[in-house]
């Protein structure tokens, strides 16, 4: 290759790299970081460019490698917004000094005070309930009532549940705390353990297939792990699915406990703007619809219809609890598990 034609390709690669920059240095940018598939998050991405001329470069990764990953790179992030599941890993961000409070109107009419930051530090994008899931042919529901039952004599080796490293089995045990405090908590956590069934193993899934195998009576696990067991193409954990009934707890009470996946604006974003404009795409009514649906999780926002499927499971009593104080709960909640001796 002589000079020129080296040359050349230079002047034609320096072109090309300017075409790619160019409309995005005209209508803007935005970097997020995923911890949601890129299936269940890039269509609606898709859209908001669509829309708005901005385009949206997505980094998809494990919930944990990406707090990981922001922590590590600090104020030289490239990342605008954070989004990822649990109330509980929102606040470990905002802990950290990874994201920044951002309020505006439409944020807060959209998004209930339960499931967003008092400061604006993160908000909803979707609700996930942590109901009861029992055994058709074994449970009445009417032996059912509230979470704090379940510690009692009568559920002895019948109940299955994930291990406490879990995030989600922290945050209950965090709005168990904040309602009844942390002595009653460590009495109820005590009498749960000496129910479960089996050292805890596995994930939500698979305590519901512990219920349909006869195992357990109960299982605690997420709405939308049933959803996809019943929806998806395993015939196995469909069966599984078939074979377990839901039960919303404390309905007479506080209300069956909720969590959400959110999304946060990073400490250091350098199109801070887009990134408000994307959270207000990402609850407005046609969005929290769509996301809704293919999460199989609920709305956060009132007034969305929700998925065929969830209507079949009823309307619920969500626990109006501030979320925040799921991430505010956590040391303790662990702490309280770990005496009791939660695998
Ligand atoms: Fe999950």
């Known amino acids: 290759m002589n000079e020129r034609t080296l040359g050349i390709r230079f002047a034609v690669g320096f072109l090309v790299g300017m075409m790619a920059a160019g409309p ?5 940018e935005i970097n997020l970081y995923s911890a949601r598939n890129e299936a269940l998050i890039k269509p609606l991405l898709d ?5 708005t001329g901005i385009s949206v470069n997505l980094v998809t990764g494990k919930a944990d490698t990406l707090l990981k990953r922001l922590e590590s790179e600090g104020d030289n992030s490239p990342a605008d917004m954070l989004i990822t599941t649990d ?19 439409v944020l807060n009419d959209a998004v209930p005070a339960p499931y967003r930051e008092p400061e604006g530090h993160w908000y909803g ?28 004599p009568e559920w002895a080796g019948k109940i299955c549940i994930r291990s406490s490293d879990n995030i989600y089995n922290q945050s209950l045990v965090a709005a168990m705390i904040a309602h009844d405090g942390e002595e009653k908590t460590q009495e109820w956590v005590n ?17 519901i297939k512990a219920v349909a195998a006869g195992e357990c009576d109960i299982a605690l696990a997420n709405t939308y792990y049933l959803a996809g067991m019943l ?19 404390d309905q ?9 996946s959110g999304a946060a604006v990073t400490a250091f974003a350098r199109n801070r703007e887009n990134a408000i404009k994307l959270l207000e795409f ?21 007034g969305v219809a929700w998925s065929q499927l969830l209507n079949q499971w009823g309307r619920f009593k969500a626990d109006q609890l501030n979320l925040s104080l799921l991430g505010e709960n956590n040391a303790q909640a662990v702490m309280i598990m770990d005496r009791a001796g939660w695998k």
Do not use: C, M
Request: aromatic share 8%; proline share 5%; net charge positive.
């Open 231 to 249: 929806t998806g193409n395993d015939q196995n954990q469909r069966l599984a699915a078939q074979a377990v009934a839901v039960y919303w707890p």
């Open 87 to 105: 109330a509980g890993r929102l606040h470990r961000a905002k802990q950290a000094g990874l994201t920044q409070a951002v309020e505006t109107q």
């Open 47 to 51: 859209r908001f460019t669509e829309q």
């Open 191 to 207: 009498g749960l353990v000496e129910n479960f069934a089996r050292s805890p193993k596995g994930g939500d899934r698979d305590q």
């Open 252 to 260: 007479e009470g506080r209300g069956t406990h909720v969590n959400v």
């Open 125 to 152: 994008l979707s609700l996930r309930a942590r109901p009861i899931f029992y055994a058709k042919d074994r449970v009445s529901p009417e032996s059912l009532s509230s979470y704090r039952a379940l510690a009692g």
């Open 24 to 28: 995005l240095l005209a209508s803007g």
């Open 282 to 302: 990402l609850v407005s009514p046609e969005s929290q619809s769509w996301y809704g649906e293919v999460n199989q999780e609920y709305p956060v926002r009132d």
